[in-house]
């Protein structure tokens, strides 16, 4: 393992799993412009490094402090004439990172993901949610709108009616509800959170890499492309798929009727 600490993110590489963790634990990990600039950063990172991303949050060593994955937007450290620069320049970069990064990513959410914090994990690829996750968009409270990416992925993971009730009741949805939703993969106990989020980042990490980033890449667009765009899409990356060592192993190992042994190219 090697790590790199950053002021309010940790970085971990096991094995081919970048391990991200927010770092402010004493502030919910509420962000500020430090945390948005270093997760951009280690986004960035991992999709040169690794095979798969794992997002999580650290515990504070004040067992007073409950485990918390983001508490949005660090209040005390803006300004409302920021806005609009904040979201340009700061959120939608670090979003993008996350989003557009070529591997898939792996959320683990343990007590609450409020406001920008909740759409963070919503851009990651498999989100696994604590019993003691809570999911809120509190922006109706301060007297703002779902920004960062809220807008966007509320409408479209929850549906019209849960979006429109989470976005102006500003009222917290369990992991549970969560989960019947499809806002998150799975909701597990606490004390089983962390353990099956790195199996399933370690799984994919181990898996075909060209095809599960073909995957999604061609999920992302489905997002907004209509059919024929993407069938056009799939027909390109399933090429690219085709021509990978993974995809000649997986035949193999099939035929074999063994175990593939994917290599990531």
Request: hydrophobic content about 45%; aromatic content about 6%; glycine content about 8%.
């Amino acid at each position: 393992m090697t790590e790199t600490a950053y002021e309010t993110v940790r970085y971990r590489m096991v094995d081919a799993v970048a391990r991200i963790s927010l770092n402010r634990p004493d502030r919910l990990h509420a962000m500020n412009r430090t945390m948005r600039l270093e997760l951009t950063e280690a986004f960035r990172r991992a999709g040169r490094e690794a095979r798969a991303i794992l997002l999580t949050s650290e515990r504070s060593a004040d067992p007073a402090v409950k485990p918390s994955f983001c508490a949005g937007q660090d209040l005390g450290a803006i300004r409302e004439e920021d806005l609009e620069t904040i979201l340009d320049e700061e959120y939608a970069p670090m979003l993008r990172a996350l989003i557009d990064a070529p591997i898939p990513s792996v959320a683990a959410i343990i007590g609450p993901a409020a406001g920008a914090g909740l759409h963070l994990a919503l851009s990651a690829d498999v989100i696994f949610g604590a019993r003691s996750a809570s999911f809120t968009a509190p922006f109706s409270r301060i007297g703002l709108m779902p920004a960062a990416a809220g807008s966007y992925w509320l409408p479209r993971l929850a549906g019209p009616q849960r979006a429109a009730g989470m976005a102006f009741l500003g009222e917290p949805v369990s992991a549970e509800q969560a989960e019947r939703w499809g806002l998150i993969w799975r909701a597990l106990p606490d004390d089983e959170l962390e353990a099956a989020a790195e199996r399933a980042a370690a799984k994919i990490a181990s898996g075909p890499t060209v095809a599960l980033r073909a995957t999604k890449a061609a999920f992302r667009a489905s997002l907004s492309n209509g059919l024929e765009a993407q069938l056009a899409l799939e027909t390109k990356l399933q090429g690219e798929a085709g021509r990978s060592r993974d995809y000649m192993e997986g035949v193999a190992a099939f035929l074999e009727k063994r175990k593939p042994r994917f290599e990531g190219r």
